[in-house]
């Protein structure tokens, strides 16, 4: 058996619940293609759990390795300074514990993918 993994599904967060709901819905859709034991969502700002507090589920519940996502486009402060700052907080905090930080969304073509079909979804609509 490998080494029990849990995933940390990290976004920006808003004051207006609603926005943050879109997070939720994504951990539902990757817990449900059961590849990691674990699969959590955290806030950068502005909304709850934060990085600190899921990280400390997730240790909790037996993880040993613990992977960032950081849901965000493009690579500003946030990805490049911010995260990577909490993440070495928490290798302090549990230095037998593994984390990982995945690479940002980035400029991907199956983001340009999906805008093409917002954008064609608006024209069929008007």
Not at 3 to 17: D, F, M, N, Q, Y
Not at 74 to 92: Q, T
């Amino acid at each position: 058996m490998g080494i029990k993994t849990g995933v940390i599904v990290l976004a920006h967060g808003s004051r207006v619940r609603t926005g943050n709901e879109g997070l939720f819905t994504i951990v539902e859709m990757l817990r449900a293609m059961g590849k990691w034991d674990m699969v959590e969502a955290g806030f950068l700002q502005l909304a709850k759990p934060g990085l600190t507090e899921v990280v400390e589920v997730l240790i909790g519940r037996g993880a040993k390795r613990v992977v960032v996502m950081p849901l965000l486009l493009f690579s500003g402060n946030h990805v490049l300074k911010d995260i990577p700052a909490e993440i070495d907080e928490e290798r302090k905090k549990f230095p037998d514990v593994e984390f990982c930080y995945a690479k940002n969304i980035g400029a991907d073509e199956r983001i340009a993918m999906i805008v093409a079909d917002r954008v064609e979804e608006s024209v069929k609509r008007a």
